[in-house]
């Protein structure tokens, strides 16, 4: 019996090979940065780094690291314990309040990871007699948060208004007591920002709540870095926000929930990766304390990200690429055919530029693409460099 399931195990590593769709993890030897050291063909390469989401470069910011590194000094390294028993410290609630401040909320609780904070959000605010209503293209740990609670489930397809208020009227000819509307704030594969606008004016309308996850906007989005919705105009209406300090907000570790006082003390009592993890670390706190004051005064930041964005899709396009439309960060170069896509990457890597290329299932089938990034600390040179990659590896792959 032991045999037949380590066999299987084996045999289904060799179906992920043989579809291609295996993921090899490449070695970095430097702090994340536009530019890294990366293991390559048996030595170390130093290339442009286009796939991280540090779309504000500040994973490496030396501010961070060194509040981190004092933080420690005061704190120590270590919680050994879950926030409720003796793992909450001073910095725990000063981090979880300007947490609030910043994305306008009452409260807002730390959970490990925002896969962490969606997969305990919905459980308990929710029970058997309300519906979720949510978006298919929706991130996995929202689509587990919503397994894991009792509520109906209702999809609606991506972006689809149309469908949303099918859903939310099938919703209420169910009798739900509670609907709620969970979209992503930005589908990440795409780089397209959902219509929170028009989300909202439909939960208006039906008289539902609204969950957004904006892990891929939390600091750079919208006026100020308050992200998609308040690049939508619909801050207020948003009821719970979650998010993540592992993507703009320096790439350390972290998520959270954002909503009215009462939901988070519920949240505290009741969210199971709450109550049965690890409180975030000091290092983390002191890095994350100090990112939100750079977040606060980083207009320049956000306008530098949103430059090289305009350079970078100027330039592609100009080249003959096709680039997925859109105002975020995340540029998808189109390439349509996944083993196309494997080619290109591998071949951008060995001109010195590090992207991703992404196929079914992450992305449609036929829909394969490279998904670039752009960073705030990304020069005019590395932008041009980039283009100049691309195009050459295009032009020999036959793709412009
Ligand atoms: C990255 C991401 C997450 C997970 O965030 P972590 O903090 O890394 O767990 C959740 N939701 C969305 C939409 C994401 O893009």
Redesign the pocket.
């Known amino acids: 019996m032991r045999d037949a399931f380590y066999a299987r195990i084996d045999q289904t590593l060799a179906d992920i090979r043989e579809q291609g769709l295996e993921k090899i993890e490449r070695q970095i030897t430097s702090p994340q940065g536009p530019e890294i050291d990366v293991a390559h063909n048996g030595k170390t390469v130093r290339v442009l780094n286009f796939c991280a ?1 540090n779309y504000l470069g500040l994973a490496d910011n030396r501010a961070l690291v060194e509040a981190a590194k004092a933080t420690m000094d005061d704190y120590g390294y270590g919680m050994a314990s879950v926030r409720f028993i003796c793992g909450t410290t001073d910095l725990h609630r000063r981090l979880e309040r300007d947490i609030a401040d910043f994305l306008g909320y009452e409260d807002s609780i730390l959970f490990a ?4 904070a ?1 997969g305990g959000v919905f459980e308990p605010l929710l029970t058997a007699e309300d519906a979720i209503i949510s978006d298919t293209l929706n ?1 996995a ?2 689509i587990d948060g919503v397994r894991l609670c009792k509520a109906r489930r209702y999809r609606f397809a991506n972006s689809d208004m149309g469908d949303l208020q099918t859903q939310l009227r099938k919703a209420d000819a169910d009798g739900a007591r509670t609907k709620l509307i969970v979209t ?1 704030g930005v589908f ?1 594969m795409d780089g397209y920002i959902a219509r929170l606008d028009e989300i909202c004016r439909l939960a208006d309308q039906y008289s539902a709540l609204v969950l957004v ?1 904006d ?2 906007a939390t600091g750079f989005m919208g006026p100020g870095g308050k992200g998609t919705p308040a690049h939508c105009g619909v801050a207020e209406r948003v009821d719970i926000l ?1 998010g ?4 703009a907000m320096g790439g350390g ?3 959270f929930v954002c909503a009215s006082k009462n939901v988070v003390h519920l949240l505290r009592n009741r969210a199971r990766p709450y109550l049965f993890s690890n409180a975030l670390t000091p290092a983390l706190l002191g890095a994350a304390l100090k990112t939100f004051e750079l977040i606060r005064d980083g207009d320049a930041l956000r306008a530098q990200l949103f430059r090289n964005a305009e350079r970078f899709r100027a330039q592609m396009a100009e080249a003959g690429f096709e680039l997925l439309p859109g105002e975020h960060p995340i540029i998808p170069v189109m390439i349509y055919d996944a083993k196309k896509a494997a080619e290109m990457a591998a071949a951008l890597m060995d001109e010195g530029v590090y992207v991703t290329a992404f196929s079914y299932p992450v992305v449609p089938k036929g829909q394969a693409r490279i998904r670039t990034q752009m960073c705030a600390a990304h020069t005019d040179e590395h932008v041009d460099r980039a283009v100049t990659a691309f195009a050459k590896v295009g032009k020999e792959l036959a793709i412009i």
């Open positions: 989401n990871a925002c896969f962490d969606n991130h740990s929202i992503d990440s996850d892990a891929h979650t993540t300090l592992g993507k570790m972290g998520g």
